[in-house]
């Protein structure tokens, strides 16, 4: 399989407690996104890399959240002291550029959160 | 700011019925456009995209898109549906700028049997 991966798919843990998702992406991709998606809602960005360097982070990433992708393949996001509002599908994408100057992105089955 | 609009949150359609999903965007600069489908319980998955060229853009599964500049519009159609293209569609844009998509809320397609 050389698409998009994302560990674990569930998560299930109570308020305040920390939580660490991994994605991994297609190998030649150099960019790597997260989103976060509710119920209802369409994916909304929360950061990105090129290879080892983030590069853009949204608001919508508080100082509890954090990721990392240390050597330009995987990529860590860490959601410490968890709280309801953090439920949600997080989903990760990578993409390599196209011929056109377009990056399309490839996304993985996502990680669902469940905060109690 | 960049904004992505679909208007229809759902949309009900009868098997064999043509259907038509639209999605808007807020700026006519230099865009790539894309559509994503969900399956229940399933990521998102490229469903066809408009980088350059042909207007017109089609996937393999019989959805085409029209890439309307004038009225920055990137709406999804087929002339008939099937059960199985009952999803969640989503319509994304890519500003010139890079770095990020803009998704749209989502149109939820039920198509009845």
């Known amino acids: 399989d050389t698409g998009v991966s994302q560990d674990p798919r569930h998560k299930i843990t109570k308020r305040g407690q920390n939580v660490t998702f991994r994605c991994d992406p297609i190998?030649?991709?150099?960019?790597l996104y997260w989103y976060r998606q509710t119920l209802g809602q369409g994916p909304e960005f929360l950061t990105y890399f090129q290879n080892e360097a983030q590069l853009e982070k949204s608001r919508l990433l508080s100082d509890r959240f954090s990721a990392e992708r240390p050597k330009g393949s995987f990529s860590t996001l860490e959601i410490q002291r968890t709280e309801q509002g953090d439920s949600a599908m997080y989903l990760c994408?990578?993409?390599?550029?196209?011929?056109?100057?377009?990056?399309?992105?490839?996304f993985g089955p996502g990680t669902r959160l469940t905060v109690t | 700011a960049q904004s992505v609009t679909q208007l229809d949150s759902q949309v009900p359609v009868f098997e064999e019925a043509p259907v038509e999903l639209r999605c808007n965007y807020s700026?006519?600069?230099?865009?790539?456009l894309f559509w994503y489908v969900q399956y229940p319980n399933q990521g998102l998955q490229l469903l066809l995209k408009y980088l350059s060229g042909s207007t017109l853009v089609e996937s393999i599964n019989g959805f085409e898109a029209e890439f309307n500049k004038s009225q920055t519009s990137f709406h999804l159609r087929k002339p008939s549906v099937h059960i199985s293209d009952t999803a969640e569609y989503f319509c994304a844009v890519e500003w010139d700028t890079g770095n990020q998509f803009y998704f749209g809320t989502g149109t939820s397609l039920t198509v009845i049997p």
């Open positions: 994408a990578s993409s390599g550029q196209s011929g056109q100057g377009a990056y399309e992105q490839y």
């Open positions: 190998s030649e991709h150099n960019r």
């Open positions: 700026s006519s600069v230099s865009v790539y």
